[in-house]
Structure formats: C-alpha cells, structure tokens
C-alpha cells in the first residue's frame, strides 16, 4: 500500500469526523437563522467537496465526467458564505444596529 493511499484514507476519515462534529453543531442550533447553523451547513458542503476531490484521486469515485465537481461545491460554499454574510449585514443595517466598525466613527 503507498503512502498517498494511507494518507488519502487517514484524510478521508477525518473529513467524515468533521462532518459528523458540524453535523452535530447544525443539529444543536435552535434555529435555521442561527450563525452556528449558517456556518456548519457551510462547512458541511465544504467538506462534501473535499470528500469528492480524495475519493476522486484514491479511485473511490469515478469523475471521468465529472472531474470539475469538487471545484463546483467548493464554488457553492462560497457562494453561500457570501450570501450569509451579505444577508446579516444587510439585516443589522436595516434594523439600526450597530456594527463593530460604526464604534470607532
């Protein structure tokens, strides 16, 4: 067995560790709105990207067509985290709250 297998596996356990620890940190959060839940949900789709890309490169999967995929999901994750910020920060203005930058104004 080499070493990129060993490795791939030993990194593919831990993603799925993670996965279970974010997964338990969504399901703790009392809302859908919370931060922590926004975040987890996030890290969660980060990793299924993660989780693609290294059973792509151990020959778990099969990307012949898909091999941009991991690209794609990380792309999503990004995409969502951006929103997430944009939304609370367009809902703390709109509701006069102050931010941590409008102190030193």
């Known amino acids: 067995m ?3 297998f060993v490795l791939g596996d030993l990194t593919l356990v831990l993603l799925l560790v993670a996965v279970g620890i974010f997964g338990s940190l969504a399901v703790q959060s009392k809302s859908v709105r919370s931060f922590q839940f926004q975040i987890a949900m996030i890290l969660i789709i980060w990793i299924a990207g993660e989780i693609v890309d290294i059973s792509g490169d151990m020959g778990l999967l099969q ?8 690209s794609i999901i990380h792309m999503i994750a990004m995409i969502l985290i951006s929103v997430v910020f944009w939304l609370r920060f367009y809902y703390a203005k709109r509701s006069g709250k102050r931010l941590a930058d409008d102190l030193y104004e």
């Open 63 to 70: 990307l012949t067509n898909f091999e941009i995929l991991p």
């Open 2 to 4: 080499s070493e990129v």
